[in-house]
């Protein structure tokens, strides 16, 4: 099993469309969860961090179900910048800040 | 503004030739600094923990007499890539752990990488 699978996509939709991605772990001593973005060629770039209670920036909403090992992603009102690959990522443990990456699911706002 | 930097951002050269990567921290020291590589549409894998003062830790399958760290600074890592082969041609990518960082929560900083092909 992958540390951390996420669904490749990619995933085409429309302007203003409600979009979510999904990512399972497999690492059960992770502790911090996150969400990164990542640009074609770029480094990725910190889009939220996810904490259990769950948690809301703007349009993006990411959820925590430690129990299943699952992790979410839900982007409302879709931009065309949103364009992107979404990684999901995980730490190694309590304190480590060693992070384990998924391959990123890749989603493509259509105007 | 940029919080890490990474010197170059792209090279090219010839199969045999060493090639060296630097990452800075900008306004900041950073005790551990992290390495990573990324093939085409695959994920970040880490390479390396580097750590100011000591030798890198090197994940399992990571040639370390390959893939040369020295974080002789806590403001500076640098990566050399020895004997450089086309299979090494890859996305490299540094981050710090940012605790060393005014107003940081608990955020990892990653430089902007560096595109290394090999001939």
């Known amino acids: 099993r992958k540390e951390v699978e996420q669904d490749p996509g990619p995933f085409n939709v429309p302007e203003g469309a409600t979009v979510a991605f999904n990512c399972t772990y497999s690492?059960?001593?992770?502790?911090?969860f996150f969400w990164y973005r990542q640009d074609c060629r770029k480094e990725p770039k910190l889009l939220m961090s996810?904490?259990?209670s769950g948690n809301e920036d703007g349009r993006f909403t990411a959820q925590l179900n430690r129990a299943s090992q699952y992790i979410s992603l839900l982007i409302r009102d879709s931009k065309l910048s949103d364009s992107a690959t979404y990684l999901c990522?995980?730490?190694?443990?309590?304190?480590?800040?060693?992070?384990?990456f998924g391959k990123g699911t890749k989603l493509s706002v259509i105007p | 503004g940029a919080v890490v930097s990474q010197h170059p951002s792209w090279v090219i050269c010839k199969s045999g030739t060493s090639v060296k990567i630097e990452c800075r921290s900008l306004?900041?020291?950073?005790?551990?600094m992290f390495w990573y590589r990324q093939f085409p549409k695959q994920s970040l894998m880490l390479m390396a923990t580097?750590?100011?003062?000591?030798?890198?830790?090197?994940e399992q399958g990571v040639e370390k007499d390959k893939f040369l760290i020295n974080h002789a600074s806590l403001t500076l890592s640098t990566l050399t890539v020895t004997s450089a082969h086309p299979e090494d041609s890859s996305f490299y990518i540094c981050?710090?752990?940012?605790?060393?960082?005014?107003?940081?929560?608990?955020?990892?900083?990653f430089g902007p990488g560096t595109r290394l092909t090999v001939l």
């Open positions: 990522v995980v730490n190694r443990g309590a304190g480590s800040y060693q992070l384990t």
């Open positions: 690492n059960s001593a992770s502790q911090s």
């Open positions: 996810v904490y259990s």
């Open positions: 306004d900041f020291q950073a005790t551990t």
């Open positions: 580097s750590n100011e003062g000591s030798k890198a830790t090197y």
């Open positions: 981050s710090t752990e940012g605790s060393g960082r005014a107003g940081n929560t608990d955020t990892q900083y």
